[in-house]
């Protein structure tokens, strides 16, 4: 592939220092920032000629109300400067606002820290929209669950939707697919979203039958201007890597095709993995590559490359979470990585926790499901990629 614009990694030190007041035992870890990246330095990623590491800037209140309620921010803010005069604020909350513990709690300078984690992805659009980086990666980006006036599955400010709203300012024809991956649906952008067909957003995630948020059926299509602009893949537990590369194959490609995007927003949690403390997706580290190669294929193949992607949610801090987003970096920079980790990144992430590191970038097998119960898995997937070749696909001309 001929050479082109730098890959931005979006993130300093800036991150924990906003999030020092985040309750050390919330699952969603600030730290897991750092042991990514420093898992791309160990191995040398941040010396790639080709990649630019810049650290986020604040969203500003115009660009976080764009999908964002005035009166939910001044809430945010108001709670977040209370906590900080106390120390400590996760007894306090606003049920209206969504703002309670333990999923959402308040903690000091919340406002601060959730527009710092908005800004780091608008600013990575901009720099994709601009020309200045082909691809960008936000490992602290993704929170895609916050909704115009409520904060919703630990997420505060929606930066996906604050980026790609700020996209849209700028360039009021973009055309912007949203890929979510995380293994769960991702609700709030779907909602931002609702009725804009510039907005083609895509999510495969744990059905709603079984895993939060419990919405984001296959039925669920979007309305107004934007039916059939909002397609859903809800996916059995245990789906496991073969039958989910299957229902990415084909959904994704093909409409991301059809629809001809100018810039493509990625959300590539990582709990999807089979050993994630909050889902059952029975997935593998062997996977990601394949659909994070995919997506960077499709950009260049669409739209000169434009694609930022966010590194979303994943729960396996150490055992999972760098790996991953270690592997997504590699695909955009299209570097293949020796599979053993560095021994100086085990021994220094090793030391920050009792859990096991594996020792490789990839993973043996997850174990294997009774044969009847993986077919009636396949069945059930084949049942919704039959649904939405029928349902959606007519109306993208696919
Ligand atoms: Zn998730
Ligand atoms: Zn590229």
Request: aromatic letters at 6%.
């Given at each position: 592939?001929?050479?082109?614009?730098?890959?931005?990694?979006?993130?300093?030190?800036?991150?924990?220092?906003?999030?020092?007041?985040?309750?050390?035992?919330?699952?969603?870890?600030?730290?897991?920032?750092?042991?990514?990246?420093?898992?791309?330095?160990?191995?040398?990623?941040?010396?790639?000629?080709?990649?630019?590491?810049?650290?986020?800037?604040?969203?500003?209140?115009?660009?976080?109300?764009?999908?964002h309620?005035?009166?939910y921010?001044?809430?945010v803010?108001?709670?977040g400067?209370?906590?900080?005069?106390?120390?400590?604020?996760?007894?306090?909350?606003?049920?209206?606002y969504g703002l309670?513990?333990?999923?959402n709690?308040?903690f000091?300078?919340m406002h601060?820290a959730a527009a710092?984690i908005a800004?780091?992805?608008?600013?990575?659009?901009?720099?994709?929209?601009?020309?200045?980086?082909?691809?960008?990666?936000?490992?602290?980006?993704?929170l895609?669950?916050a909704?115009?006036?409520?904060a919703n599955?630990f997420c505060v400010y929606n930066?996906?939707?604050?980026?790609?709203?700020?996209?849209?300012?700028?360039?009021?024809?973009?055309?912007?697919?949203?890929?979510?991956?995380?293994?769960?649906?991702?609700?709030?952008?779907?909602?931002?979203?609702?009725?804009?067909?510039?907005?083609?957003?895509?999510?495969?995630?744990?059905?709603?039958?079984?895993?939060?948020?419990?919405?984001?059926?296959?039925?669920?299509?979007?309305?107004?201007?934007?039916?059939?602009?909002?397609?859903?893949?809800?996916?059995?537990?245990?789906?496991?890597?073969?039958?989910?590369?299957?229902?990415?194959?084909?959904?994704?490609?093909?409409?991301?095709?059809?629809?001809?995007?100018?810039?493509?927003?990625?959300?590539?949690?990582?709990?999807?993995?089979?050993?994630?403390?909050?889902?059952?997706?029975?997935?593998?580290?062997?996977?990601?590559?394949?659909?994070?190669?995919?997506?960077?294929?499709?950009?260049?193949?669409?739209?000169?490359?434009?694609?930022?992607?966010?590194?979303?949610?994943?729960?396996?801090?150490?055992?999972?979470?760098?790996?991953?987003?270690?592997?997504?970096?590699?695909?955009?920079?299209?570097?293949?990585?020796?599979?053993?980790?560095?021994?100086?990144?085990?021994?220094?992430?090793?030391?920050?926790?009792?859990?096991?590191?594996?020792?490789?970038?990839?993973?043996?097998?997850?174990?294997?499901?009774?044969?009847?119960?993986?077919?009636?898995?396949?069945?059930?997937?084949?049942?919704?990629?039959?649904?939405?070749?029928?349902?959606?696909?007519?109306?993208?001309?696919?």
């Open positions: 592939m001929m050479a082109h614009a730098p890959t931005l990694l979006v993130h300093g030190p800036e991150y924990l220092e906003a999030l020092r007041g985040y309750p050390p035992d919330h699952p969603l870890r600030p730290i897991r920032g750092e042991l990514a990246v420093g898992l791309m330095r160990a191995y040398g990623l941040l010396d790639d000629p080709t990649l630019v590491v810049a650290p986020p800037r604040m969203a500003t209140d115009a660009e976080l109300e764009r999908v309620a005035p009166g921010i001044e809430r803010r108001e709670l400067l209370l906590a900080a005069a106390r120390g400590t604020g996760y007894e306090l909350q606003d049920r209206a309670t513990s333990p999923d709690p308040v000091p300078a601060e710092l800004g780091g992805t608008t600013l990575a659009a901009e720099w994709v929209m601009a020309g200045r980086a082909a691809h960008a990666f936000v490992p602290l980006g993704g895609h669950h909704m115009r006036a409520r599955g930066d996906p939707a604050v980026a790609i709203a700020a996209v849209l300012d700028a360039h009021p024809d973009a055309r912007v697919v949203y890929v979510d991956l995380d293994a769960h649906y991702g609700d709030g952008v779907a909602a931002l979203f609702w009725t804009d067909p510039r907005v083609l957003a895509i999510s495969l995630h744990e059905s709603g039958r079984y895993l939060f948020p419990g919405t984001g059926d296959v039925a669920d299509m979007g309305a107004g201007a934007g039916y059939g602009y909002t397609v859903n893949a809800p996916l059995e537990p245990f789906t496991g890597d073969e039958t989910y590369l299957r229902a990415f194959t084909a959904v994704v490609p093909p409409l991301l095709r059809a629809y001809r995007p100018d810039l493509i927003v990625a959300q590539l949690g990582c709990d999807t993995h089979w050993t994630d403390p909050l889902t059952e997706m029975g997935m593998t580290t062997n996977v990601w590559p394949l659909l994070t190669e995919t997506l960077h294929t499709l950009a260049h193949e669409l739209c000169d490359g434009r694609l930022v992607a966010t590194g979303g949610g994943g729960y396996q801090t150490y055992s999972v979470v760098p790996r991953a987003q270690t592997l997504d970096v590699a695909a955009l920079l299209e570097r293949a990585l020796p599979d053993r980790l560095p021994s100086a990144w085990l021994a220094a992430a090793g030391a920050l926790t009792e859990a096991a590191l594996p020792p490789r970038l990839s993973d043996p097998p997850a174990p294997t499901l009774p044969a009847a119960r993986q077919e009636a898995i396949n069945r059930a997937t084949d049942a919704i990629i039959a649904r939405i070749r029928t349902d959606i696909f007519p109306l993208h001309n696919v």
